[in-house]
């Protein structure tokens, strides 16, 4: 009886820490969830750099001052303590020097608006090393902050000059399987909170999930 229970237990424990991971590599057309600061965003192919298939994201940093960030991924449906990792490819070929680009995070207090800022969630340190593709990636415990917070939204700063460039590709993020991810593929071309809406209304349907 007592190894049945901890049978059990172990299948248990197994099925409630299970993990989903989508990916995005930008083959569709799109570019981001949205961006704050003075940054403009391409979804660029033939004679661009690109990790792998045929399209990626182009930044290009028009900020003269800040540090402007492209939204490249958004998690929702999380509890406290949830683990989130993500990653993606970046290229720059200048070492030691802008332009270059991290990977980082904040939250929203509002699932239906991407702009509904809630604190910086932090991130990695890592420029790269300047020497064309390297992967960036961090990981994330969520705090919802007592309920203020509602979902994680994954970003690219850019540290640069003015029509400096980046170029950024397969996205990868792993959540528990009760989260929602969603990338730029589930985007329409409306505002943020319109999009959020009604993606939520059909299910988030646009939104790949793999195992």
């Known amino acids: 009886m007592i190894r049945s229970a901890l049978i059990i237990g172990v299948l248990f424990f197994s099925a409630s ?3 989903q991971t989508v990916t995005y590599g930008w083959e569709d057309g799109f570019t981001t969830l949205g961006n704050y ?6 979804n660029v192919g033939e004679g661009s750099p690109v990790h792998s298939g045929d399209h990626s994201l182009k ?14 991924a958004l ?39 991407i702009d509904s800022y809630s604190g910086s969630a932090g991130g990695s340190y890592d420029y790269g090393d ?12 969520f705090d919802s902050d007592g309920g203020s917070r509602a979902g ?21 993020v792993t959540a528990g399987d009760h989260a929602t991810i969603i990338t730029p593929a589930a985007a329409v071309p409306v505002p943020a909170a319109v999009w959020l809406f009604a993606s939520s209304l059909l299910g988030l349907v646009g939104f790949s999930r793999r195992r």
């Open 17 to 19: 820490v299970s993990a």
């Open 37 to 42: 600061g003075d940054i403009e965003a391409y």
């Open 59 to 72: 930044l290009v940093d028009q900020a003269e001052k800040g540090t402007p960030q492209a939204f490249v």
């Open 75 to 113: 998690i929702t449906d999380l509890n406290d303590g949830d683990t989130i990792d993500a990653s993606f490819w970046r290229y720059d070929d200048t070492p030691g020097s802008a332009p270059s680009a991290r990977i980082w995070a904040h939250y929203i207090s509002d699932v239906t608006d």
């Open 130 to 141: 300047g020497l064309g593709w390297d992967e960036a990636s961090h990981t994330w415990i």
């Open 152 to 172: 994680l939204v994954i970003e690219v700063r850019t540290y640069s000059n003015p029509g400096d460039t980046v170029w950024i590709d397969d996205l990868s």
